[in-house]
């Protein structure tokens, strides 16, 4: 697979994969720039070399369907402040207008397509739509991490339409780390897993038991666990189908000598809303009927906290708690306090996931740990073994 550096970049256009899929507000301003500046470091390097970075990203989920509100030119205009350069919007991403667009940029200049997911051939990973995606050129650069897991015509049909292909520095950033928590992590190694369903992260749990020594569990995950082990959970979000499984791979810790721990203590709630009244209860006493559990408590707080200070390698992905309600915050944001100490201890610390991230920011500390991940189900996919369409696309010969 090709660095940035080994492709022949200089005086090209260079179509640039990247994830600006970020969130807008109603009004279209945009409410977290991060994956847009993550991918900068990329593009100036491009520019440097007198390159036309011909940007592709998608927005949202418009369903192969034109929406206003979805719409990458308040990217545009933000990505023009951020680089303090040109950057030529294009109101589609093929046909005229983006040739025109691409037409009207010099050296140093940026064009930035339209949204492609306007487009169904983008989802549908459509040839003759990813070799109109190419206009021509004949170097592409992938640095969408968070969209290296879809089988899309901008992350795998295009390579075959292209004469060079390689990755960006934000993919080369994103590859390095999570290797290191395949190859050779610090020991011990621990990781936490939050989020709500079990079955979105089965295969990466089977993964991490086999790699990590310690795995703290805590969100909605935790609850058909704690129901394997026979502990009243209440109206908690459980897979039943899963309490098998949930069971099996607690007696395959145990067995491999791995450790692994549940809530001992969680806040619950009868009505997940904004106004919900939290009610603190230890899991020995259960949760009764009628309740579920939100988020996990003080007590487990600090259980999690005493292990992730020993650790010297840290994977964190998905909340403790219903993170969306200000009421069930508090596990997650003491899991980030947890974590931003651990790494000025020395650790190792890698966080990916929407909500896990989010909690870093409000508390100040996104920069307090060794590497977020951009890409939340990318991350996991990779962690769990599974070969991820976009990356196998570069390594692959052949070309349309």
Not at 156 to 181: D, N
Not at 287 to 305: C, M, N, Q, S, Y
Not at 377 to 382: D, I, Q, Y
Request: charged share 20%; net charge negative; glycine share 10%.
């Amino acid at each position: 697979m090709l660095r940035l550096h080994e492709l022949p970049i200089p005086n090209q256009r260079v179509l640039v994969r990247v994830d600006f899929n970020v969130p807008l507000t109603a009004d279209g301003a945009i409410r977290d720039d991060t994956r847009i500046r993550e991918s900068l470091p990329t593009l100036q390097a491009l520019r440097s070399a007198g390159a036309i970075p011909i940007v592709l990203s998608h927005l949202g989920r418009p369903k192969g369907v034109p929406r206003l509100e979805l719409s990458l030119a308040p990217v545009a205009r933000h990505l023009a402040t951020l680089l303090d350069c040109p950057v030529h919007f294009a109101p589609d991403c093929i046909g005229d207008v983006a040739r025109r667009s691409i037409a009207d940029a010099h050296p140093g200049d940026v064009v930035l397509l339209e949204n492609l997911r306007f487009h169904p051939g983008e989802e549908a990973n459509d040839e003759t739509f990813a070799q109109q995606l190419t206009h021509g050129a004949e170097v592409y650069v992938n640095d969408a991490f968070g969209a290296a897991h879809r089988a899309h015509a901008s992350v795998v049909a295009i390579t075959r339409h292209v004469r060079w292909k390689g990755i960006g520095l934000l993919m080369e950033r994103e590859i390095t780390a999570l290797q290191r928590l395949l190859s050779m992590p610090e020991r011990p190694y621990t990781v936490v897993l939050g989020g709500a369903k079990v079955s979105d992260k089965l295969e990466v749990l089977q993964a991490l038991l086999h790699h990590c020594d310690v795995l703290l569990l805590g969100g909605g995950i935790s609850f058909t666990f704690l129901k394997a082990q026979g502990i009243a959970v209440g109206d908690s979000l459980v897979e039943e189908e899963l309490l098998p499984i949930a069971r099996h791979l607690l007696e395959q810790a145990h067995a491999a000598n791995k450790r692994v721990l549940l809530p001992v203590d969680v806040s619950i709630t009868a009505d997940l809303h904004d106004e919900a009244s939290p009610r603190l209860i230890a899991l020995s006493e259960g949760i009764p009927e009628g309740w579920k559990g939100a988020d996990i408590g003080p007590r487990t707080v600090r259980l999690f906290t005493g292990e992730l200070l020993h650790a010297r390698t840290i994977f964190w992905n998905g909340p403790m708690g219903i993170y969306e309600l200000a009421a069930f915050r508090e596990g997650t944001l003491g899991i980030a306090r947890a974590i931003a100490q651990a790494t000025r201890q020395g650790a190792f610390t890698l966080v990916g996931g929407g909500d896990s991230i989010a909690a870093l920011q409000h508390l100040g500390l996104r920069e307090a740990v060794s590497h977020i991940s951009t890409g939340g189900g990318a991350s996991l996919e990779f962690l769990a073994g599974r070969p991820l369409p976009g990356l196998l696309a570069l390594t692959s010969n052949g070309q349309s």
